[in-house]
């Protein structure tokens, strides 16, 4: 079955300690990202990366890192988290757009992991 | 700054009416849209998508509608059941790039 797994799902953790979020897709996506979703804001693009080994800032990176040593993971890093980092996260991958404009492919979305930052 | 924008957080209707949501976009090199569902404890899934060289696109009960001129997309299900009630998300890229996504609509069906 073609999916992205998040793990954690849920976590509660306190400022300042680091952790990672992990995401894994089995559909051989190049294209992968994470987003933020939080009230009245809708889903904000914190990072994505185009194939291995390259990344890119979304719209709110701040206070996150992400790194794509494989094609199939793309995990989510925070160095040192803060409050105003909890959040539902998702990652997301997809396939090619194809040539030209017009086109694009739909993201595959995980399920979330909702981070508490205390 | 919101280039995607869902100005209703919510929308109530009756089963087997009509449900339409609607989008307003501001960047005019958008091609592509897309509406996504989403439950509960789950992640967005895709709905249905449209290319801006068309102004409407059918699957099923879901149609949606492209108004380029207006830079506004509506979402039509009709007739709506109680399965829909999700929050629905609007999304919109240009050149395969990057999607940018909406603040969401709510959408309450009931029996």
């Known amino acids: 079955e073609a999916q992205v797994t998040q793990n954690p799902r849920y976590l509660i953790t306190v400022t300042g300690k680091k952790l990672t979020v992990t995401c894994s897709q089995n559909?051989?996506?190049?294209?992968m990202s994470w987003y933020r979703q939080d009230p009245g804001l809708g889903l904000r693009q914190i990072y994505y990366?185009?194939?291995?080994?390259?990344?890119d800032k979304g719209d709110v990176p701040e206070g996150y890192k992400v790194s794509r040593k494989e094609k199939r993971n793309f995990p989510l890093i925070l160095e040192s988290p803060s409050p105003n980092q909890t959040s539902l996260y998702f990652c997301?991958?997809?396939?090619?757009?194809?040539?030209?404009?017009?086109?694009?492919?739909?993201?595959?979305f995980g399920d979330g992991t909702r981070l508490s930052i205390l | 700054d919101q280039q995607v924008k869902q100005n209703s957080p919510s929308l109530s209707v009756q089963e087997g009416r009509i449900s339409i949501l609607n989008c307003d976009y501001t960047n005019s090199m958008f091609d592509y849209f897309l509406w996504y569902k989403k439950y509960p404890a789950e992640g967005p899934t895709f709905l249905i998508s449209i290319s801006s060289i068309k102004d409407k696109n059918e699957d099923g009960r879901f149609t949606v509608f492209l108004n380029k001129s207006a830079k506004h997309l509506s979402l039509h299900i009709v007739p709506s059941q109680p399965g829909d009630s999700a929050v629905y998300f609007c999304a919109a890229s240009a050149y395969g790039n990057d999607m940018r996504f909406g603040a969401g609509t709510r959408l309450t069906v009931k029996p």
């Open positions: 990366s185009m194939n291995v080994e390259v990344t």
């Open positions: 559909m051989n996506h190049e294209y």
């Open positions: 997301a991958s997809k396939g090619p757009a194809g040539t030209g404009p017009y086109s694009n492919q739909p993201q595959h």
